[in-house]
């Protein structure tokens, strides 16, 4: 019952009109950062902090300031997406998939609101669990190593494969250039420059930001350019802003397997949101009946991934505070903070200050009902965007792009490489490849060959590290469920077929 | 011949205006500290100690940005500055040992150190290992015994590839139990605190680390075995033995601090130091560093070009010696 009285303790600090105030700006102020193609929640927090400092925030209430940021950003970083078809971050990749083609039909009030939705359930339930389970899921991050890592990352390429359809070929080369994207950089383990051709510019690799802003923003300019120049006009803003009970209830079980799936995935330092939302889609569409629309504008599809980020970043709360390693970029920021304050997160942190944490996790339920509340009558304002036309749109997301870009890591040469790596994006979806395949073997190829090579380094080269654990096990027949259940619905399906002629 | 008058004596006019609103004479324009990493780790508390101490103690009257620069730990940030905003009066960027190593081993490009104008530490560090509270290993002696028996027998982790920061405490440490750090079995985690958090998986046995990290794990079950300081720490740590009394002469401190553009006129230079040297002496700042784990250290002028010097030529030495030197 301990629980239940730190958390009124919780909503007492939360809840106190200051600090109420405080999360309503830190979700409005996130909510456009996020929206902003290029600035993501690293880059608001960041921005933030030396505000709260000077503003001389006491530390609960700069906390809940940062943490109302962190998820204001997450929500808005799905509207770009949906309407632009441009992720202002890496998790918000699969919200493209089916959040664009639902806006080009005219849905784009429906897609925005039930994404809003969709990301408060996933807020919830990873808020629920960050009470109910912290302590025990702290041991739980503990037990990833690296062999364990890299068994999640074949998983999740595994999952990759359900994005394949009917071009199974093109999504691997997709997926293979983003692997190879992946090398360039200085090698984590040996602190050699590989492909670097060089230039101190490619010391750390291409930067995401670089690589997903010029795959999606720069060739989707390209393609408007196109279109304008065909004397095509932009989509229409039609129909309703809210999406109806119906679809709320088609999308329900899926909300709710998503949350949990992004939650126990966001614990985990590293991958979290990305490796959430990619799982949850294609496991979601996997288990979707045949004639399902994953790909076309499904609603399911726009659900999965933004109820599974949303409960990731909330999850990624949970090594901060029970551990103080931060489980996202975000974090790292907010443990900075947390050292400016003087405050010590790790498992001391609940007992010596019990105000801050509570104060944090009530916080996070209170800034998720804001943005719910928020957003949804803002679904308007962001869908005249649509309305936008082309020879505004274009120099905007032009200029927008570009300061995200050079806001970041204030270098020209990020512009050159984001306008290069744009053009081959244009190329390559003339072609028809996938882009989110390219930018999913990006990701997860980095941290995937990081922990192979550090598992190896740590087992002197024997390869039995990768299965010597029961969760590695686990994670095993994950993969091979997952490779089978085609090939049984398969089998089933000839079987049906050929009862069906029988007849 | 007017108009070339007139434009010379602009900015002038301009600049009087500026240093009449400003309480502080001489104050550079448009303050600055380049944090030469991603936003959090070391670089940017380095420049938030400076943007905050200068500010509280009333030092510098424009507020001061912190910016980020990644890239190459710092190489970016540092050929920036060296090749592009030479003269920037303004405009701080942050160091720490881990440039200094980097620098040494060649890979900053064509820049070495006599390349940008350093100006003064803030703080310092020192490396460290540390096990689980439940390992065999109680002593410096028990792990040095250990990889003389078998060097493999150990599993260590880092932040940092090999010839980093991290790998360089256990190979100084294999160096002196006379094994090749070659035959180390060593996985390179990312800066922060993942490498803690592998050993508080049981992934790895032995961790390379920092006193500041060590003071930030506190509450995990794990155990500093010793630090590489000359002399003991004070506070929470000074019941970790250094490497000297347990009968190894290794030492590892990590300087913190900043450099300026190598253009950057002595007035001006003079100017940030002054300021620097008001907060160091301040007793409220020194604990201030204390309670955010930096250890005070305040070398400036030619001690800290000595310093520097110094550093980079034991890791080139050090560089050569394990092979790592990029050419």
């Given amino acids: 019952m301990d629980t239940i009285h730190y958390l009124g303790l919780g909503f007492g600090v939360a809840l106190t009109p200051y600090n109420l105030i405080t999360a309503f700006c830190g979700t409005l102020i996130g909510t456009i950062v996020g929206l902003l193609p290029g600035l993501g929640p690293v880059n608001g927090v960041a921005l933030l902090i030396p505000i709260a400092f000077a503003l001389g925030l006491p530390p609960e209430t700069a906390l809940i300031l940062l943490a109302a940021v962190y998820l204001g950003c997450e929500y808005g970083g799905r509207i770009s997406s949906i309407l632009l078809n441009i992720p202002g971050e890496a998790s918000a990749v699969m919200t493209t998939l089916d959040g664009y083609p639902l806006a080009q039909q005219g849905k784009a009030g429906i897609a925005l609101s039930i994404s809003a939705w969709s990301s408060f359930i996933g807020g919830t339930i990873a808020t629920i669990g960050v009470v109910l389970f912290a302590p025990l899921l702290a041991k739980w991050a503990v037990a990833f190593g690296p062999a364990e890592y890299f068994v999640l990352m074949v998983f999740a390429i595994t999952c990759l494969a359900g994005m394949a359809d009917n071009k199974p070929l093109k999504t691997a080369m997709a997926a293979l250039i983003g692997l190879a994207l992946s090398c360039v950089g200085i090698d984590s383990n040996s602190g050699v420059y590989r492909f670097t051709f060089g230039t101190l510019g490619l010391a750390d690799g291409i930067q995401f930001i670089v690589l997903v802003l010029g795959l999606f923003s720069i060739s989707e300019i390209l393609v408007l350019l196109e279109r304008t120049h065909h004397g095509h006009r932009a989509v229409k803003t039609t129909g309703r802003m809210l999406f109806n009970l119906k679809e709320g209830a088609f999308v329900l079980a899926t909300n709710l397997r998503s949350g949990v799936v992004g939650f126990v995935l966001g614990v985990l330092p590293g991958a979290g949101a990305t490796l959430a939302s990619a799982v949850a889609y294609m496991s979601e569409k996997r288990m979707a009946s045949k004639d399902n629309q994953f790909g076309k504008g499904d609603l399911r599809g726009l659900a999965a991934p933004e109820t599974a980020n949303s409960g990731a970043a909330c999850g990624s709360m949970v090594p901060m505070l029970t551990l103080g390693v931060p489980g996202s970029g975000t974090t790292a920021v907010m443990l900075g903070a947390l050292t400016l304050y003087n405050i010590t997160p790790g498992p001391m942190l609940f007992q010596n200050q019990p105000e801050v944490v509570w104060g944090l996790i009530a916080s996070l339920f209170v800034a998720n009902v804001m943005l719910l509340v928020m957003n949804v009558p803002m679904v308007r304002i962001f869908t005249r965007i649509l309305a936008v036309p082309t020879w505004a749109l274009v120099p905007a997301i032009a200029i927008v792009t570009s300061i995200g870009v050079y806001a970041v890591h204030s270098t020209t040469f990020d512009l050159f490489l984001m306008i290069g790596i744009g053009v081959c994006g244009y190329i390559l979806r003339k072609l028809d490849y996938s882009l989110s395949a390219v930018l999913l073997g990006f990701i997860l190829g980095g941290v995937m060959e990081d922990n192979l090579r550090r598992a190896l380094s740590l087992s002197n080269g024997e390869l039995s590290i990768l299965w010597g654990s029961p969760i590695t096990l686990a994670v095993w027949a994950l993969v091979g469920l997952m490779l089978a259940y085609p090939i049984f619905r398969a089998v089933r399906a000839r079987k049906s077929a050929q009862l069906l002629i029988a007849d | ?327």
């Fill in chain 2, 1 to 327: 011949m007017k108009t070339v008058t007139l434009s010379k004596f602009l900015p002038l006019a301009c600049a009087l205006m500026l240093g009449s609103v400003n309480a502080q004479a001489g104050e550079p324009s448009r303050p600055e500290c380049i944090a030469p990493s991603k936003p959090g780790g070391g670089f940017d508390m380095t420049c938030k100690l400076a943007q905050a101490g200068l500010k509280d103690h009333h030092l510098l009257d424009s507020p001061m940005r912190v910016t980020y620069m990644p890239g190459g730990i710092g190489a970016v940030a540092y050929n920036a500055i060296a090749a592009n905003r030479r003269d920037e009066s303004g405009t701080l960027i942050a160091f720490s040992g881990a440039s200094l190593l980097n620098l040494a081993l060649g890979k900053y490009g064509r820049y070495d150190e006599n390349s940008v104008q350093w100006l003064t530490t803030i703080g310092t560090d020192y490396g460290t290992l540390a096990v689980r509270e439940d390992s065999p290993f109680k002593t410096l002696d028990d792990v040095i015994q250990a990889l003389k028996k078998d060097p493999k027998s150990i599993t260590v982790g880092g932040g940092g590839s090999i010839g980093g920061q991290g790998w360089a405490k256990i190979a100084l440490l294999a160096k002196a139990a006379g094994v090749d750090p070659r035959e180390l079995r060593y996985a390179a985690f990312e800066g922060g605190a993942e490498h803690y958090m592998a050993l508080m998986g049981k992934h790895v046995d032995l961790v390379t680390g920092s006193a500041s990290e060590i003071r930030a794990q506190r509450g995990n079950k794990i155990r500093a075995l010793v630090v590489y300081s000359e002399e003991r720490l004070p506070g929470e740590l000074a019941s970790v033995p250094t490497a000297k009394e347990q009968g190894y002469d290794i030492q590892w401190p990590l300087i913190r601090g900043y450099y300026m553009g190598p253009e950057v006129k002595q007035e001006d230079l003079d100017w940030w130091k002054a300021a620097f040297a008001k907060l160091q002496s301040s007793e409220e700042f020194q604990q201030y560093l204390q309670d955010r784990d930096v250890l005070p250290l305040n070398v400036t002028g030619q001690a800290l070009n000595d310093l520097v010097k110094k550093q980079v030529e034991d890791y080139r030495k050090l560089g050569e010696e394990f092979g790592l030197v990029a050419e």
